[in-house]
């Protein structure tokens, strides 16, 4: 399985380490920085779960995909419990490994992930340690992932978004069962709840057949 999956992502383009157990895996992580590990569950001497909470407790911000046998509920929940970003149960086709590979990257490169920094655009404030935006000084009550979505955009705002890269970047374990179409309604919602809040222009542009950007300006 190791041997397989190293030539998954090797034909994709990454350049891998391998560890035959779990204490191994915590050394290797532990001399050297990774963008992602995949975590076998049931591992030799160290399981799957305790790296996971070792990496995590120790303060890496790693991107870990769970990868085991293991169906049930109870696991799945667990292993996020402890930290992980997403969970791929055995048998898998390559390319949905190698996609989900790809989808945590991008996830771990977002502004979600990055340091987080206090927006201004105009009337509109976003402090992110608080999650809290304001029109004007009035708070404006956001559900969390529309707070990420804008948040999101706000953060790179020469940046257009699709609705998958949205999801992508947003929802983790559940992204597949997820509509794109769904992005219209949050970023509806958005819409007008910063404009009730008194906000005078339209801080999420349509880009047509494309997605959606962060706008700045009256007008559009």
């Known amino acids: 399985m190791t041997q397989l999956i190293g030539l998954y992502l090797t034909n994709a383009g990454y350049e891998i380490d391998e560890a035959s157990s779990g204490t191994e895996a915590i050394h290797k992580a532990n001399d050297q920085p990774y963008d992602a590990i995949i975590l076998d569950i049931m591992m030799p001497r160290t399981d799957g779960w305790a790296v996971c909470e070792h990496l995590r407790t120790e303060g890496f911000n790693i991107g870990i995909l769970m990868l085991t046998a293991k169906t049930e509920v109870e696991d799945r929940v667990k292993g996020l419990d402890l930290g992980a970003d997403d969970y791929l149960v055995k048998p898998f086709a390559p390319e949905e490994l190698v996609a989900r590979v790809k989808a945590l990257l991008r996830r771990k490169s977002s502004p979600v992930n990055e340091e987080p920094v206090e927006i201004t655009a105009g009337a509109l404030f976003i402090q992110p340690d608080r999650r809290e935006v304001k029109v004007a000084g009035q708070s404006v009550d956001l559900t969390a992932k529309e707070f990420n979505i804008l948040y999101l955009m706000a953060s790179r705002p020469e940046r257009v978004y699709t609705r998958e890269n949205v999801i992508e970047q947003i929802w983790s374990m559940d992204r597949e069962g997820h509509d794109p179409r769904t992005i219209d309604t ?18 999420m542009k349509t880009v047509w057949g494309v997605g959606y950007k962060f706008n700045t300006t009256e007008g559009n």
Not at 186 to 203: D, E, Q, S, V, Y
Request: no cysteine; charged share 30%.
């Open 186 to 203: 949050h970023i509806k919602n958005i819409r007008t709840k910063l404009k009730k809040a008194g906000l005078p222009f339209n801080p």
